[in-house]
């Protein structure tokens, strides 16, 4: 599923370190995106279950559509693992996938995102603005980065004919894009996500 027309930066390593993890249980619960023509997206953030990491989420990403195109499902989930974190003056959500499932009509698939035979499951990053009832979700931009990186010949991704990931580690990409990612103008604020808190 495409989360946009510019899509999340994904990178092979974490975008948080546990020092930064933070937990807020203000997350918890469902959130919903405006509805437009029977189409909408969801959040339903969950604590997540493993002791060993308690500060973690469990996120399931859905999307439904009343009139997909042609072959496209009408439901749509990912399982994510999420963990909020803080840089510099903001607050970001590091998604990680774990299970992915969608419904047509007549048929219904699911897979563990190890199970990807088209490669391997990375991490993508958002900001995080919180605001009662309101949440807003704004991704490191694939496009932005890309150019960002190649200006300042950073050495922090892969960069195919078909393909665009980060390779960096951890603390260079806190350091080289978090940190700086609005004053550099990295973020897709004007597509990101806004959600209310569904009651």
């Known amino acids: 599923m495409a989360l946009a027309g510019c899509e999340p930066v994904q990178s092979l390593c974490p975008f948080f370190d546990p020092k930064d993890v933070v937990y807020d249980s203000e997350l918890l619960g469902m959130w919903v995106s405006k509805t437009e023509d029977g189409f909408y997206v969801k959040l339903y953030f969950q604590k997540a279950q ?23 499902p ?42 990807n035979l088209f490669g391997m499951p990375t991490h993508t990053v958002y900001q995080v603005k919180l605001d ?8 490191l ?27 960096g580690k951890t603390d260079e990409l806190k350091a080289s894009l978090l940190v700086r990612a609005e004053k ?6 004007d597509d990101g996500f806004e959600f209310v808190r569904e009651k």
Do not use: C
């Open 50 to 72: 493993d002791e060993a990491d308690a500060d973690a989420y469990k996120v399931d990403f859905m999307v439904h559509n009343d009139k997909p195109d042609e072959d496209k």
């Open 74 to 115: 009408k439901d749509g989930t990912i399982t994510f693992s999420v963990h909020l974190f803080q840089a510099g003056d903001s607050r970001f959500a590091d998604f990680y996938p774990l299970k992915y499932s969608a419904k047509w009509d007549s048929r219904a698939v699911e897979f563990e995102a190890t199970d």
């Open 132 to 139: 009662k009832d309101h949440l807003q979700l704004a991704w």
């Open 141 to 167: 931009d694939d496009n932005y980065v890309k150019k960002f990186i190649t200006e300042n010949n950073l050495p922090l991704a892969a960069d195919g004919a078909d393909h665009f990931v980060l390779s």
């Open 184 to 189: 550099e103008d990295l973020l897709s604020h």
